[in-house]
């Protein structure tokens, strides 16, 4: 695995195998956990539930840090067709680094809770005019509908029903 760049290719090729190689490597450790003290395993028998729990602890505490990274910038688009006045104002931060697993419905909360828009707003995704459906990753969107135009990955956001735009690069 020292090889990051040709590893990154070939999960790109081959769906799923990031997956697969986690759950092996998981696996593998949960199988040869080292012994303490060279002792065998019938003493600990209560041990291994314990682990298990500190095992799924550890991995929610992750926050997918470890996956591959993706950059959006996040552009205010206000939709003219509506009347009255405009709530949403801009972010004060414009880009956002996140996991390419991150979700469009994620992107969307994310939104609604930094604009502080009310319920009744409603964000949309799109990738070249297309609404991105709220169960799309960013990763699925990159490899399936954004084109490469070298342009960065954009996130645009609107009031009512509000418009969220997204184009992208990845970065390491």
Known sequence: RLDNT??????KLVPG???????????????NKPQENGQDESPKADKPKVDEEC??????????????????????????GQSGDNVVKGLMKKFIRC??????????????LKLKLPSSYELDVLCNGEIMGKDHT?????????????????????SS???CSQDGTFYQ
């Not at 505490?61 to 688009?77: E, G, N």
């Not at 996991?99 to 609604?112: A, E, H, N, P, Q």
């Open 17 to 31: 195998l990031r997956e697969q190689e986690l759950q092996r490597e998981i696996e593998f450790w949960k199988k």
């Open 55 to 80: 095992d799924e602890n550890e991995e929610d505490k992750d926050y997918h840090r470890s996956d591959p990274q993706i950059a959006i910038c996040l552009d205010c688009l206000r939709n003219n």
């Open 138 to 158: 960013m990763e699925f969107i990159y490899m399936t509908r954004w084109r490469l135009r070298g342009e960065n990955f954009r996130c645009q956001n609107c």
């Open 99 to 112: 996991s390419t697993r991150v979700t469009v419905g994620t992107i969307k909360k994310f939104l609604s």
């Open 161 to 163: 029903s509000q418009v």
């Open 6 to 11: 040709l590893e990154e290719i070939i999960f």
